[in-house]
């Protein structure tokens, strides 16, 4: 097997793109036609929460309109993040451990 590219996501709003100094933790979680779905960890802001975001394959672009936040850290976390793989339960539902 060979590397046929090698390259980042990137967020972008506004034709602005956006590289976030720290970008820790992604994982594709199902790729559909062109785009990808997946939990992120940017640091934005020095917020670092788990967002959800669907990204194009071609351009490797995430739209910052379509990212959500789904786990914020609890107050006695430092962090929040996966040291797993994601395991899908359901059509619509995974674990990240």
Known sequence: MSIVSKNY???I?????HVPRSWRDS???DINNN???MPIR???DSIEIVWYATASINNLAINLDDIKPVLPFEEWEIKAGWPTNAVKISSNEYLVG
């Open 13 to 17: 709003h506004n034709d602005v793109i």
């Open 35 to 37: 785009t990808a779905s």
């Open 27 to 29: 994982a594709i979680l």
């Open 9 to 11: 996501f990137k967020i």
């Open 42 to 44: 940017p640091t934005i």
